[in-house]
């Protein structure tokens, strides 16, 4: 079959390959994106940090983004039971983005997938990567098209972006476990009908379970009046639940007293959806002639919406490596994507994991937090998870076991 032959080879058009791709041809690089999908397509993940403006931004997709009405953002809010707290973004320790948006991602992925393509990167679409092979000077990937036909592309370099899809961790056995537990979450869009004068539309709202700590809900609400609703919980926080999974849904949410009380108008007018076993890791994050960005790589867990802006941050640390190696200089994959991506993302687990165990729940619903700890809070929930001159983000374990360690002692007390 018919072979071609091309610089830069990106699998996927979501968040994380739209930026890489239009971060390299902004450079001067030949880039084409291989997408399954044809889009707008729907996905998860749709209440973004700040951070991630910061990627936008440099893509030269902000004024797009900005324009396109999508709900404004500033922060995060959490209830449980009674307690209700807030993090402002515009309120942080970091410098960066106060605002961000929630957007419906099947229009946000389209949009960033457009103006990829407005700045010359060619998309095709309703095409699959099956196969690749690394073992010769240039990588080459085998792909199917709609209609069944197939061919290949040689390329200097691929970036796999192909998410949940996980191409070459698939292909190149580089899968890893995750070292969370097997979570699920149920959710749907609703037309919400809040009245509720208290309730922020400009934040997500994160709940916790009145008696069951982990298991959690989000509220994200968008500017056309609907709102994205989930709850995340382990498998055997399903047992004895309905099978259906809209009754199943509503019987968690009615649970929650806040958002009983919230959403008591809802129309519930849109069939819930699951999705498993998210979490998921590699054993590299890049080998000779490939690297791998966003859900491709390793994936967390959804609490604090990390997930586009890891993908975002390593798109744009990727396509500036992959710039100088394109361009003839000697560099280092490791030390200069790997390892330093990896210590945000370590930042982010840290907190994930302090949510599950319960310690950074106990310093985010704490009632008489220093304004500076909570501001430096903030920069994190903000998606400033790299800036180590930020204490929380510097040594997040030790800086967490000792905030954790007061507040529970002072609300004893
Ligand atoms: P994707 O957006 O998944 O894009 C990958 C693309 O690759 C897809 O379009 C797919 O069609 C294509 N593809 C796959 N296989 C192939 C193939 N073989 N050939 C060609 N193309 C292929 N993140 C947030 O930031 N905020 C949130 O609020 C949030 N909530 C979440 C809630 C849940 C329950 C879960 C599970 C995740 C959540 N996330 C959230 C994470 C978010 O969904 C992902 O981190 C984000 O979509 C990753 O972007 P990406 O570009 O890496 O991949």
Known sequence: SHLENRSVVVIGAGPSGAIAAALLKRKGHDVLIIERQQFPRFSIGESLLSHCLDFIEEAGMLEAVQA???QTKHGAAFGWAERYTEFDFRDKFT???GSTYQVQRADFDKLLADQAELQGVEIRYEEEIIA?????????????????REYSVEADFV??????GRVLPRLLELEAPSSFPLRRAVFTHIEDNIDDPHFDREKILITTHPELRDVWYWTIPFSNGRCSLGVVASAERYEDRPLDLDACLKELVLEAPNLKRIL???KWDTPARLIGGYSANVKTLHGPGFALLGNAAEFL???FSSGVTIAMRSASMAASVLHRQLTGDAVDWETEFA???KRGVDTFRTYVEGWYDGSFQDVIYYERAQPEIRRMI???LAGYAWDARNPYVAEPKRRLRVLAELCASQETA
């Open 132 to 148: 690749a092979d690394f073992s010769a000077a240039r990588p080459r990937l085998q792909v199917r098209c709609q209609d069944d």
């Open 264 to 266: 008591k108008h809802a």
């Open 301 to 303: 867990d959804p609490v």
């Open 378 to 380: 903030s920069s994190i």
């Open 68 to 70: 396109a009405g999508f």
């Open 159 to 164: 970036l796999d972006a192909s998410g949940y």
């Open 339 to 341: 390892a330093p991506l």
């Open 95 to 97: 410098e960066g983005h």
